[in-house]
Protein backbone atom coordinates (compact mmCIF):
# COMPACT_ATOMS: atom_id res chain seq x y z
CA UNK A 1 0.00 0.00 0.00
CA UNK A 2 1.22 3.60 -0.97
CA UNK A 3 1.35 6.16 1.07
CA UNK A 4 -0.85 8.90 -0.70
CA UNK A 5 -2.76 5.64 -1.65
CA UNK A 6 -3.41 5.06 2.25
CA UNK A 7 -3.68 8.91 2.64
CA UNK A 8 -6.37 8.50 -0.23
CA UNK A 9 -8.57 6.47 1.62
CA UNK A 10 -8.28 8.32 5.42
CA UNK A 11 -9.04 11.43 3.89
CA UNK A 12 -11.81 10.48 2.05
CA UNK A 13 -13.37 8.55 4.68
CA UNK A 14 -12.69 11.50 6.84
CA UNK A 15 -14.02 13.78 4.60
CA UNK A 16 -17.32 11.06 4.89
CA UNK A 17 -17.81 11.61 8.28
CA UNK A 18 -17.04 15.32 8.11
CA UNK A 19 -19.89 15.25 5.61
CA UNK A 20 -21.91 13.52 7.96
CA UNK A 21 -21.47 15.63 10.94
CA UNK A 22 -20.99 19.35 9.08
CA UNK A 23 -23.70 18.16 6.35
CA UNK A 24 -26.12 16.41 8.31
CA UNK A 25 -26.10 19.71 10.85
CA UNK A 26 -26.67 21.79 7.92
CA UNK A 27 -29.52 20.08 6.50
CA UNK A 28 -30.81 19.90 10.23
CA UNK A 29 -30.14 23.83 10.20
CA UNK A 30 -32.30 24.72 7.18
CA UNK A 31 -35.13 22.43 7.97
CA UNK A 32 -35.52 24.29 10.98
CA UNK A 33 -35.17 27.43 9.12
CA UNK A 34 -37.91 26.34 6.53
CA UNK A 35 -40.79 26.12 9.34
CA UNK A 36 -38.97 29.39 11.60
CA UNK A 37 -39.37 31.46 8.15
CA UNK A 38 -43.66 30.00 8.08
CA UNK A 39 -43.13 31.49 11.75
CA UNK A 40 -41.18 34.59 11.87
CA UNK A 41 -40.56 37.54 9.32
CA UNK A 42 -38.01 38.68 7.34
CA UNK A 43 -36.82 41.69 10.07
CA UNK A 44 -37.03 39.44 12.59
CA UNK A 45 -34.60 37.06 11.51
CA UNK A 46 -32.41 40.68 10.47
CA UNK A 47 -32.37 41.02 14.03
CA UNK A 48 -29.93 37.84 14.80
CA UNK A 49 -28.08 38.22 11.16
CA UNK A 50 -26.70 41.38 12.15
CA UNK A 51 -25.44 40.23 15.60
CA UNK A 52 -23.78 37.37 13.85
CA UNK A 53 -22.03 39.27 11.29
CA UNK A 54 -20.29 40.83 14.60
CA UNK A 55 -19.59 37.56 16.09
CA UNK A 56 -18.49 36.00 12.65
CA UNK A 57 -16.27 38.86 12.11
CA UNK A 58 -14.89 38.74 15.95
CA UNK A 59 -14.48 34.88 15.69
CA UNK A 60 -12.04 35.45 12.96
CA UNK A 61 -9.08 36.72 15.21
CA UNK A 62 -10.76 35.37 18.68
CA UNK A 63 -8.43 32.30 19.28
CA UNK A 64 -5.51 33.93 17.73
CA UNK A 65 -5.05 31.40 14.95
CA UNK A 66 -4.12 28.89 18.11
CA UNK A 67 -6.89 26.00 17.02
CA UNK A 68 -5.35 26.21 13.59
CA UNK A 69 -1.90 26.40 15.12
CA UNK A 70 -2.56 23.37 16.82
CA UNK A 71 -3.63 21.35 13.94
CA UNK A 72 -0.52 22.24 12.15
CA UNK A 73 1.67 21.59 14.83
CA UNK A 74 4.16 18.30 14.05
CA UNK A 75 4.90 17.59 17.55
CA UNK A 76 4.54 17.64 21.54
CA UNK A 77 0.47 17.57 20.99
CA UNK A 78 -0.06 17.95 24.68
CA UNK A 79 1.77 20.75 25.30
CA UNK A 80 0.94 22.52 22.18
CA UNK A 81 -2.96 21.73 23.18
CA UNK A 82 -2.78 23.02 26.36
CA UNK A 83 -1.16 26.46 24.94
CA UNK A 84 -4.79 26.76 22.48
CA UNK A 85 -6.58 25.80 25.75
CA UNK A 86 -5.11 28.60 27.65
CA UNK A 87 -5.55 31.14 24.70
CA UNK A 88 -9.07 30.06 23.81
CA UNK A 89 -10.09 30.61 27.79
CA UNK A 90 -8.25 34.13 27.59
CA UNK A 91 -9.77 35.14 24.25
CA UNK A 92 -13.49 33.98 25.19
CA UNK A 93 -13.65 35.64 28.02
CA UNK A 94 -11.87 39.30 26.60
CA UNK A 95 -14.77 38.85 23.84
CA UNK A 96 -17.79 38.25 25.96
CA UNK A 97 -17.00 41.38 28.17
CA UNK A 98 -16.04 43.65 25.02
CA UNK A 99 -19.22 42.43 23.36
CA UNK A 100 -21.25 43.54 26.22
CA UNK A 101 -19.41 46.74 26.35
CA UNK A 102 -19.82 48.32 22.75
CA UNK A 103 -22.94 46.39 22.24
CA UNK A 104 -24.81 49.53 21.64
CA UNK A 105 -22.33 50.97 18.49
CA UNK A 106 -22.84 47.76 17.62
CA UNK A 107 -26.47 48.13 17.25
CA UNK A 108 -26.09 51.38 16.16
CA UNK A 109 -23.76 50.90 13.00
CA UNK A 110 -26.89 48.80 11.56
CA UNK A 111 -29.44 51.10 12.35
CA UNK A 112 -31.43 48.54 14.93
CA UNK A 113 -30.87 49.87 18.29
CA UNK A 114 -33.45 47.42 19.78
CA UNK A 115 -30.68 44.83 19.24
CA UNK A 116 -28.85 45.87 21.81
CA UNK A 117 -29.91 43.18 24.14
CA UNK A 118 -29.75 40.66 21.86
CA UNK A 119 -26.07 41.39 21.21
CA UNK A 120 -25.33 41.59 24.86
CA UNK A 121 -26.89 37.86 25.29
CA UNK A 122 -25.14 36.65 22.23
CA UNK A 123 -21.88 37.73 24.24
CA UNK A 124 -21.95 34.83 26.63
CA UNK A 125 -21.89 32.77 23.26
CA UNK A 126 -18.08 33.51 22.66
CA UNK A 127 -17.75 31.95 26.43
CA UNK A 128 -19.51 28.67 25.97
CA UNK A 129 -17.65 28.25 22.24
CA UNK A 130 -14.17 28.94 23.11
CA UNK A 131 -13.83 26.22 25.78
CA UNK A 132 -14.63 23.72 22.91
CA UNK A 133 -12.18 25.00 20.60
CA UNK A 134 -9.61 22.63 21.53
CA UNK A 135 -11.53 19.49 21.82
CA UNK A 136 -12.48 20.23 18.38
CA UNK A 137 -8.93 21.30 16.51
CA UNK A 138 -7.86 17.80 18.34
CA UNK A 139 -10.46 16.14 16.40
CA UNK A 140 -9.36 17.91 13.56
CA UNK A 141 -5.72 17.10 13.31
CA UNK A 142 -6.31 13.49 14.06
CA UNK A 143 -8.75 12.98 11.06
CA UNK A 144 -11.31 11.82 14.08
CA UNK A 145 -14.58 13.98 12.11
CA UNK A 146 -16.70 10.36 13.62
CA UNK A 147 -16.30 11.98 16.97
CA UNK A 148 -17.04 15.54 15.72
CA UNK A 149 -20.35 13.97 14.36
CA UNK A 150 -22.04 14.14 17.92
CA UNK A 151 -21.69 17.68 18.50
CA UNK A 152 -22.16 19.17 15.38
CA UNK A 153 -25.52 17.35 15.10
CA UNK A 154 -26.46 17.57 18.54
CA UNK A 155 -25.58 21.72 18.46
CA UNK A 156 -28.16 21.78 15.02
CA UNK A 157 -31.00 19.55 16.52
CA UNK A 158 -30.96 21.26 20.04
CA UNK A 159 -30.61 24.86 18.35
CA UNK A 160 -33.97 24.03 15.69
CA UNK A 161 -36.05 22.27 18.09
CA UNK A 162 -35.77 25.33 20.79
CA UNK A 163 -35.85 27.94 18.72
CA UNK A 164 -38.99 26.62 16.81
CA UNK A 165 -40.81 25.93 20.30
CA UNK A 166 -39.70 29.17 21.56
CA UNK A 167 -41.17 31.35 18.14
CA UNK A 168 -44.44 29.13 18.21
CA UNK A 169 -44.62 30.24 21.58
CA UNK A 170 -44.00 34.35 20.58
CA UNK A 171 -40.71 35.10 21.51
CA UNK A 172 -40.07 36.36 18.27
CA UNK A 173 -36.64 36.77 17.59
CA UNK A 174 -35.55 35.81 20.85
CA UNK A 175 -36.53 32.57 20.08
CA UNK A 176 -33.32 32.08 17.52
CA UNK A 177 -30.54 33.54 20.63
CA UNK A 178 -31.85 30.86 23.06
CA UNK A 179 -31.95 28.40 20.16
CA UNK A 180 -28.15 29.44 19.03
CA UNK A 181 -26.99 29.76 22.60
CA UNK A 182 -28.39 26.56 23.80
CA UNK A 183 -26.86 25.21 20.51
CA UNK A 184 -23.39 25.91 21.12
CA UNK A 185 -23.75 24.66 24.67
CA UNK A 186 -24.49 21.28 23.72
CA UNK A 187 -21.57 21.70 20.83
CA UNK A 188 -19.21 22.09 23.66
CA UNK A 189 -20.33 19.38 26.37
CA UNK A 190 -20.23 16.82 23.26
CA UNK A 191 -17.06 17.55 22.35
CA UNK A 192 -15.75 17.20 26.00
CA UNK A 193 -17.31 13.67 26.11
CA UNK A 194 -16.37 12.42 23.15
CA UNK A 195 -12.98 13.92 22.48
CA UNK A 196 -10.63 12.65 26.14
CA UNK A 197 -8.15 15.61 26.31
CA UNK A 198 -8.34 17.69 29.90
CA UNK A 199 -6.38 20.88 30.62
CA UNK A 200 -3.68 20.62 32.95
CA UNK A 201 -2.20 23.64 34.94
CA UNK A 202 0.95 24.18 33.13
CA UNK A 203 2.05 26.64 31.05
CA UNK A 204 4.33 25.42 28.17
CA UNK A 205 5.93 28.89 27.71
CA UNK A 206 8.32 28.07 25.14
CA UNK A 207 5.52 27.28 22.79
CA UNK A 208 3.01 30.18 23.37
CA UNK A 209 5.38 32.08 20.46
CA UNK A 210 6.11 30.02 17.88
CA UNK A 211 2.48 29.17 17.58
CA UNK A 212 0.74 32.37 18.20
CA UNK A 213 3.62 33.37 15.20
CA UNK A 214 1.90 30.62 13.37
CA UNK A 215 -1.25 31.86 14.23
CA UNK A 216 -0.60 35.52 12.95
CA UNK A 217 -0.76 34.43 9.11
CA UNK A 218 -3.87 32.32 9.77
CA UNK A 219 -5.58 35.45 11.67
CA UNK A 220 -4.65 37.63 8.62
CA UNK A 221 -6.00 34.71 6.38
CA UNK A 222 -9.33 34.24 8.32
CA UNK A 223 -9.67 38.52 9.02
CA UNK A 224 -9.33 38.90 4.96
CA UNK A 225 -11.83 35.78 4.29
CA UNK A 226 -14.09 37.39 6.57
CA UNK A 227 -14.11 39.97 4.15
CA UNK A 228 -14.61 38.20 1.03
CA UNK A 229 -17.16 35.69 2.56
CA UNK A 230 -19.22 38.02 5.03
CA UNK A 231 -18.89 41.53 3.69
CA UNK A 232 -22.45 41.27 1.77
CA UNK A 233 -24.22 40.29 5.08
CA UNK A 234 -22.69 43.33 7.03
CA UNK A 235 -23.14 45.96 3.82
CA UNK A 236 -26.55 44.94 3.60
CA UNK A 237 -27.62 44.87 7.10
CA UNK A 238 -25.69 48.55 6.84
CA UNK A 239 -27.39 49.71 4.27
CA UNK A 240 -30.47 48.10 3.40
CA UNK A 241 -31.96 47.27 6.64
CA UNK A 242 -32.73 44.61 8.67
CA UNK A 243 -35.87 43.24 6.11
CA UNK A 244 -33.56 42.48 3.45
CA UNK A 245 -31.22 41.26 5.73
CA UNK A 246 -33.65 38.68 6.70
CA UNK A 247 -34.26 38.49 3.38
CA UNK A 248 -30.70 38.23 2.22
CA UNK A 249 -29.48 35.10 4.87
CA UNK A 250 -31.91 32.74 4.29
CA UNK A 251 -31.30 32.92 0.90
CA UNK A 252 -27.38 32.40 1.76
CA UNK A 253 -28.33 29.83 3.62
CA UNK A 254 -29.21 27.79 1.33
CA UNK A 255 -25.91 27.29 -0.93
CA UNK A 256 -24.56 27.56 2.38
CA UNK A 257 -26.02 24.07 3.42
CA UNK A 258 -25.08 22.66 -0.15
CA UNK A 259 -22.04 24.35 -1.75
CA UNK A 260 -20.24 26.13 1.04
CA UNK A 261 -20.81 23.21 3.60
CA UNK A 262 -18.89 20.55 0.98
CA UNK A 263 -16.01 23.26 0.81
CA UNK A 264 -16.05 23.48 4.63
CA UNK A 265 -16.16 19.75 5.26
CA UNK A 266 -13.29 19.11 2.68
CA UNK A 267 -11.16 21.96 3.67
CA UNK A 268 -11.29 20.80 7.10
CA UNK A 269 -10.05 17.09 6.09
CA UNK A 270 -7.89 18.78 3.36
CA UNK A 271 -5.81 20.75 5.52
CA UNK A 272 -4.56 18.43 7.80
CA UNK A 273 -4.04 15.46 5.25
CA UNK A 274 -1.74 18.24 2.94
CA UNK A 275 -0.23 19.11 7.01
CA UNK A 276 1.14 15.33 7.24
CA UNK A 277 1.97 15.35 2.96
CA UNK A 278 4.50 17.61 3.28
CA UNK A 279 5.92 17.14 7.18
CA UNK A 280 6.57 13.52 5.27
CA UNK A 281 8.26 15.14 2.15
CA UNK A 282 5.32 13.92 -0.40
CA UNK A 283 4.25 15.80 -3.33
CA UNK A 284 0.85 17.58 -2.70
CA UNK A 285 0.16 17.59 -6.50
CA UNK A 286 -1.63 14.44 -7.11
CA UNK A 287 -3.85 15.27 -3.83
CA UNK A 288 -4.57 18.83 -4.89
CA UNK A 289 -5.80 17.32 -8.51
CA UNK A 290 -7.79 14.74 -7.04
CA UNK A 291 -9.51 16.32 -4.46
CA UNK A 292 -10.35 19.23 -6.86
CA UNK A 293 -11.65 17.19 -9.54
CA UNK A 294 -13.99 15.33 -6.98
CA UNK A 295 -14.99 18.30 -5.13
CA UNK A 296 -16.10 19.99 -8.50
CA UNK A 297 -17.68 17.56 -9.59
CA UNK A 298 -20.56 17.75 -6.46
CA UNK A 299 -20.16 21.64 -6.59
CA UNK A 300 -20.88 22.73 -9.69
CA UNK A 301 -24.61 20.61 -10.42
CA UNK A 302 -25.59 21.81 -6.78
CA UNK A 303 -24.82 25.35 -7.66
CA UNK A 304 -26.26 25.07 -11.13
CA UNK A 305 -29.40 23.15 -9.17
CA UNK A 306 -30.02 25.90 -7.00
CA UNK A 307 -29.23 29.02 -9.61
CA UNK A 308 -32.08 27.54 -11.94
CA UNK A 309 -34.97 26.63 -9.20
CA UNK A 310 -34.67 29.25 -6.83
CA UNK A 311 -38.02 30.51 -7.13
CA UNK A 312 -39.65 27.32 -6.83
CA UNK A 313 -37.41 26.19 -3.99
CA UNK A 314 -38.66 29.31 -2.01
CA UNK A 315 -42.45 28.94 -2.21
CA UNK A 316 -42.26 25.47 -1.77
CA UNK A 317 -40.40 24.92 1.26
CA UNK A 318 -40.27 28.59 2.99
CA UNK A 319 -43.51 30.38 1.38
CA UNK A 320 -44.71 33.36 -0.70
CA UNK A 321 -42.96 35.74 1.84
CA UNK A 322 -39.60 34.68 0.72
CA UNK A 323 -39.87 35.20 -2.81
CA UNK A 324 -38.38 37.91 -3.73
CA UNK A 325 -35.51 36.20 -2.03
CA UNK A 326 -35.31 34.29 -5.58
CA UNK A 327 -32.98 36.32 -7.53
CA UNK A 328 -30.46 36.71 -4.10
CA UNK A 329 -30.49 32.68 -4.52
CA UNK A 330 -29.66 32.74 -8.07
CA UNK A 331 -26.51 34.91 -7.62
CA UNK A 332 -25.68 33.59 -4.60
CA UNK A 333 -25.24 29.80 -5.64
CA UNK A 334 -23.38 31.11 -8.91
CA UNK A 335 -20.90 32.65 -6.38
CA UNK A 336 -20.67 29.38 -4.53
CA UNK A 337 -19.70 27.52 -7.89
CA UNK A 338 -17.33 29.83 -8.64
CA UNK A 339 -15.79 29.62 -5.29
CA UNK A 340 -15.37 25.98 -5.46
CA UNK A 341 -13.10 26.11 -8.19
CA UNK A 342 -10.04 27.42 -5.75
CA UNK A 343 -11.19 27.16 -2.37
CA UNK A 344 -8.59 23.81 -2.23
CA UNK A 345 -5.07 26.29 -3.14
CA UNK A 346 -5.73 27.67 -0.06
CA UNK A 347 -5.35 24.40 1.87
CA UNK A 348 -2.31 24.15 -0.04
CA UNK A 349 -0.71 26.88 1.05
CA UNK A 350 -1.55 26.93 4.45
CA UNK A 351 -0.16 23.15 5.24
CA UNK A 352 2.97 24.32 3.32
CA UNK A 353 3.30 27.19 6.06
CA UNK A 354 2.82 30.24 3.15
CA UNK A 355 -0.31 31.56 4.74
CA UNK A 356 0.68 35.29 4.21
CA UNK A 357 0.84 34.24 0.55
CA UNK A 358 -2.75 33.22 0.87
CA UNK A 359 -3.21 36.34 2.48
CA UNK A 360 -1.75 38.89 -0.15
CA UNK A 361 -3.92 36.71 -2.32
CA UNK A 362 -6.99 37.93 -0.60
CA UNK A 363 -6.01 41.15 0.17
CA UNK A 364 -6.06 41.52 -3.74
CA UNK A 365 -9.71 40.29 -3.77
CA UNK A 366 -11.18 42.16 -0.99
CA UNK A 367 -9.96 45.62 -2.61
CA UNK A 368 -11.46 44.86 -6.11
CA UNK A 369 -14.93 42.95 -3.77
CA UNK A 370 -15.72 46.08 -1.67
CA UNK A 371 -15.78 49.07 -3.76
CA UNK A 372 -18.22 46.58 -5.86
CA UNK A 373 -21.00 45.48 -3.28
CA UNK A 374 -21.10 48.95 -1.90
CA UNK A 375 -22.17 49.72 -5.37
CA UNK A 376 -24.54 47.45 -5.40
CA UNK A 377 -25.86 48.45 -1.76
CA UNK A 378 -26.97 51.60 -3.93
CA UNK A 379 -29.02 49.48 -5.77
CA UNK A 380 -30.25 46.45 -4.15
CA UNK A 381 -29.47 43.30 -2.02
CA UNK A 382 -29.92 41.05 -5.53
CA UNK A 383 -27.39 44.01 -6.74
CA UNK A 384 -24.99 43.15 -3.62
CA UNK A 385 -25.24 39.31 -4.63
CA UNK A 386 -24.57 40.03 -8.27
CA UNK A 387 -21.13 42.21 -6.94
CA UNK A 388 -20.29 39.29 -5.01
CA UNK A 389 -20.49 36.48 -8.01
CA UNK A 390 -18.82 38.98 -10.34
CA UNK A 391 -15.68 39.91 -8.53
CA UNK A 392 -15.22 36.12 -7.62
CA UNK A 393 -15.42 35.22 -11.03
CA UNK A 394 -12.38 37.62 -11.73
CA UNK A 395 -10.53 36.46 -8.65
CA UNK A 396 -10.97 32.82 -9.55
CA UNK A 397 -9.15 33.05 -12.95
CA UNK A 398 -6.20 34.98 -11.40
CA UNK A 399 -5.88 32.46 -7.84
CA UNK A 400 -6.02 29.70 -10.29
CA UNK A 401 -2.50 31.04 -12.05
CA UNK A 402 -1.29 31.77 -9.07
CA UNK A 403 -1.74 28.63 -7.43
CA UNK A 404 -0.67 26.83 -10.27
CA UNK A 405 2.97 28.60 -9.53
CA UNK A 406 3.38 28.56 -6.34
CA UNK A 407 2.49 24.67 -5.65
CA UNK A 408 4.22 23.96 -8.84
CA UNK A 409 0.77 22.59 -10.60
CA UNK A 410 0.86 23.04 -14.62
CA UNK A 411 -2.73 25.62 -14.60
CA UNK A 412 -3.84 23.37 -17.82
CA UNK A 413 -3.87 20.34 -14.95
CA UNK A 414 -5.59 22.39 -12.98
CA UNK A 415 -8.26 23.51 -14.96
CA UNK A 416 -8.67 19.90 -16.54
CA UNK A 417 -9.13 18.71 -13.13
CA UNK A 418 -12.79 20.15 -12.82
CA UNK A 419 -13.54 21.24 -16.99
CA UNK A 420 -15.30 17.65 -17.57
CA UNK A 421 -17.60 18.36 -14.19
CA UNK A 422 -18.00 22.12 -16.04
CA UNK A 423 -19.21 20.26 -18.97
CA UNK A 424 -21.50 17.99 -17.50
CA UNK A 425 -23.08 20.79 -15.11
CA UNK A 426 -23.54 23.43 -18.46
CA UNK A 427 -25.76 19.87 -19.84
CA UNK A 428 -27.79 20.20 -16.41
CA UNK A 429 -27.65 23.46 -17.07
CA UNK A 430 -29.75 23.30 -20.29
CA UNK A 431 -32.35 21.03 -19.14
CA UNK A 432 -33.23 23.17 -15.93
CA UNK A 433 -33.54 26.08 -18.57
CA UNK A 434 -36.04 24.30 -20.59
CA UNK A 435 -37.78 23.02 -17.94
CA UNK A 436 -38.55 26.38 -16.32
CA UNK A 437 -40.09 27.46 -19.58
CA UNK A 438 -42.44 24.10 -20.04
CA UNK A 439 -43.17 24.22 -16.64
CA UNK A 440 -44.01 28.07 -15.24
CA UNK A 441 -48.04 27.25 -15.15
CA UNK A 442 -47.01 24.10 -12.71
CA UNK A 443 -46.98 24.12 -9.04
CA UNK A 444 -43.50 24.58 -7.23
CA UNK A 445 -43.77 21.25 -5.96
CA UNK A 446 -43.66 19.59 -9.38
CA UNK A 447 -41.08 22.08 -10.58
CA UNK A 448 -38.86 21.15 -8.10
CA UNK A 449 -39.28 17.21 -8.17
CA UNK A 450 -39.37 16.90 -11.59
CA UNK A 451 -35.89 19.42 -11.55
CA UNK A 452 -34.24 17.73 -8.79
CA UNK A 453 -34.66 14.12 -10.42
CA UNK A 454 -34.40 14.73 -13.82
CA UNK A 455 -31.77 17.13 -13.48
CA UNK A 456 -29.87 14.65 -11.27
CA UNK A 457 -30.59 11.55 -14.43
CA UNK A 458 -29.49 13.75 -16.64
CA UNK A 459 -26.02 15.15 -15.12
CA UNK A 460 -25.33 11.72 -13.80
CA UNK A 461 -24.90 10.45 -17.49
CA UNK A 462 -23.35 13.84 -19.11
CA UNK A 463 -20.62 13.25 -16.49
CA UNK A 464 -20.12 9.50 -17.19
CA UNK A 465 -19.74 10.58 -21.06
CA UNK A 466 -16.83 13.18 -20.63
CA UNK A 467 -15.19 11.37 -17.13
CA UNK A 468 -15.74 7.56 -17.58
CA UNK A 469 -13.62 6.72 -14.66
CA UNK A 470 -14.93 9.04 -12.05
CA UNK A 471 -17.37 6.67 -10.66
CA UNK A 472 -15.11 3.83 -10.58
CA UNK A 473 -12.47 4.78 -8.62
CA UNK A 474 -14.80 7.24 -6.19
CA UNK A 475 -16.30 3.48 -5.31
CA UNK A 476 -12.84 2.00 -4.97
CA UNK A 477 -11.46 4.34 -2.43
CA UNK A 478 -14.56 4.73 -0.25
CA UNK A 479 -15.87 1.16 -0.27
CA UNK A 480 -13.05 -1.33 -1.59
CA UNK A 481 -11.28 -3.04 1.21
CA UNK A 482 -7.72 -2.72 -1.19
CA UNK A 483 -6.40 0.45 -1.68
CA UNK A 484 -6.15 1.39 -5.38
CA UNK A 485 -2.36 1.38 -6.68
CA UNK A 486 -0.45 4.19 -7.23
CA UNK A 487 -0.59 3.72 -10.93
CA UNK A 488 -4.75 3.71 -10.44
CA UNK A 489 -4.09 6.90 -8.82
CA UNK A 490 -1.60 8.35 -11.36
CA UNK A 491 -4.75 6.93 -14.32
CA UNK A 492 -7.13 9.00 -12.23
CA UNK A 493 -5.61 12.32 -11.89
CA UNK A 494 -4.84 12.14 -15.41
CA UNK A 495 -8.08 11.57 -16.96
CA UNK A 496 -9.30 14.77 -14.81
Not at 398 to 420: C, E, H, P, T, Y
Not at 455 to 476: H, K, N, Q, S
Request: some cysteine; glycine content about 8%; proline content about 4%.
Amino acid sequence: MTRQGGVARTTARAAVWAFVSTGGAKVITLVGLIFLARLLAPAEFGLLAFALVYITYAETIGDLGSGTALVYWPDRREEASQVTFLINLAAGTFWCLLTILIAPAIAHFFNSPNGTPIVRTLAFGFLIKYLGNTHDALARKDLRFRARAVPELGLALLKAVISIALAYAGFGAWSLVWGHLAGLACWTAFLWFMVPWRPGFTVPKDLVKPMLRYGRGIIAVNIIASVLHHADLAIVGRFLGVTSLGLYQIAAKIPEATVIVLLWVVSSVLFPTFSKLHAAGSSLERPYLIATRYVSAVTFPAAVGLALLARPLLLLFFGPQWASAAPILTALAAYSGLRSITSHAGDILKATGRAQVLAGIAVVQALLLLPALLIGAMRSAVAVAAALAIVELVAASVKLVIASRLINVRLFKIVRSFARSGVAAATLGGFLLAWNYYSVDLGPLTQVIVGVIGGGIIYAIALRLVDPTIFAFAWEVLFKRKTPPADELARATSTS
